[in-house]
T-cell receptor, first 111, second 113 residues
Framework: QKEVEQNSGPLSVPEGAIASLNCTYS??????FFWYRQYSGKSPELIMF????GDKEDGRFTAQLNKASQYVSLLIRDSQPSDSATYLC???????????FGAGTRLFVKA | DAGVIQSPRHEVTEMGQEVTLRCKPI?????LFWYRQTMMRGLELLIY????????DSGMPEDRFSAKMPNASFSTLKIQPSEPRDSAVYFC???????????FGDGTRLSIL
């Protein structure tokens, strides 16, 4: 079992729709969770971070964390073609603060 | 504010040569991370430093790889000797602390012929 798992996609949604990206992790004691967006040929950039169970909203983005289910998700409302990118889930484990990235989910937003 | 600065942006060299990648973290950030990204393996953490001290180097592939952080504003990742399988994009990132959001540099695209 991979430490951080994501569906590789591609996930295709029409413009204006809600895109839902999911991530599961294996280290039950993990405390810090991040979503990064990476455009082709560019470096990852931070979208959201969440530390507590529940929802955290920032503009069109909502991160959801469920530690009991070891599940973190990212919702993108009113998806735009400019949201088309690879979304990376990152989890920091309990021992030594090591950052583990998922393989990423490719998102396509169709105009 | 200046972000994380990496150099060079691109490096092409022949197998067996020494390669040195450089990174300047964001001022005030105490943690620095080196990653390697390939299509096959994704984004892998190689090593990270906290307050200039290496904390976890379990991701360093083998003895050919070494990393140093002589001061708070500079780090290097060295590969000697380089091999074609080392070809990848290498990212440096920094953060306020080891469990805080990371800010990535533009990366170094390394090609070993």
């Amino acid at each position: 079992q991979k430490e951080v798992e994501q569906n590789s996609g591609p996930l295709s949604v029409p413009e204006g729709a809600i895109a839902s990206l999911n991530c599961t992790y294996s280290d039950r004691g993990s405390q810090s969770f991040f979503w990064y967006r990476q455009y082709s040929g560019k470096s990852p950039e931070l979208i959201m971070f969440i530390y507590s169970n529940g929802d955290k909203e920032d503009g069109r983005f909502t991160a959801q964390l469920n530690k009991a289910s070891q599940y973190v998700s990212l919702l993108i409302r009113d998806s735009q073609p400019s949201d088309s990118a690879t979304y990376l889930c990152a989890v920091i484990n309990t021992g030594g603060f090591k950052t583990i990235f998922g393989a990423g989910t490719r998102l396509f937003v169709k105009a | 504010d200046a972000g994380v600065i990496q150099s060079p942006r691109h490096e092409v060299t022949e197998m067996g040569q020494e390669v040195t990648l450089r990174c300047k973290p964001i001022s005030g950030h105490n943690s620095l991370f080196w990653y390697r990204q390939t299509m096959m393996r994704g984004l892998e953490l190689l090593i990270y430093f906290n307050n200039n001290v290496p904390i976890d180097d379990s991701g360093m592939p083998e003895d050919r790889f070494s990393a140093k952080m002589p001061n708070a504003s500079f780090s290097t990742l060295k590969i000697q000797p380089s091999e074609p399988r080392d070809s990848a994009v290498y990212f440096c990132a920094s953060s306020l602390g080891p469990d805080q959001p990371q800010h990535f540099g533009d990366g170094t695209r390394l090609s070993i012929l």
